[in-house]
């Protein structure tokens, strides 16, 4: 069973800038592709970034392409999510995910793992 631990989180001004970091441990198969979604208060929980290892092809959400870059070592077990500009609508829970599977890895049917998420609160 993989287990993801994601830090970094917290409380930022609207325009501020914070990184999220993801550790997974307990691997016994390579990941195919890593990612980062979010849920906010009464939302559907959405992608944000994913990364598809090999190839190193990264996906964004539309609401954040451009302030937001997801980046990872796979030999490190870790992905990240640098958040710049950041906006009052990005508040939200957010939540790393991976999977070992070939798959669709722009959706979030295509994880198996999840970790317990971290609270990002931008306020105005």
Do not use: H
């Not at 195919?32 to 979604?37: P, Q």
């Not at 944000?48 to 490190?76: E, L, Q």
């Amino acid at each position: 069973q993989v287990q993801l631990v994601e830090s970094g989180g917290g409380l930022v001004q609207a325009g501020g800038s914070l990184r999220l970091s993801c550790a997974a441990s307990g691997r016994k198969f390579s990941s195919y592709a890593m990612g980062w979604f979010r849920q906010a208060p009464g939302k559907a929980r959405e992608l944000v970034a994913a990364t598809r290892w090999s190839g190193g092809y990264k996906y964004y959400g539309v609401s954040v392409a451009g302030r937001f870059t997801i980046s990872g070592d796979n030999a490190k077990n870790a992905v990240y999510l640098q958040m710049n500009s950041l906006k009052p609508e990005d508040t939200a829970v957010y939540y790393c995910a991976d999977t070992p599977r070939s798959t669709d890895w722009s959706q979030q049917s295509g994880y198996d793992y999840w970790g317990q998420g971290t609270q990002v609160t931008v306020s105005s």
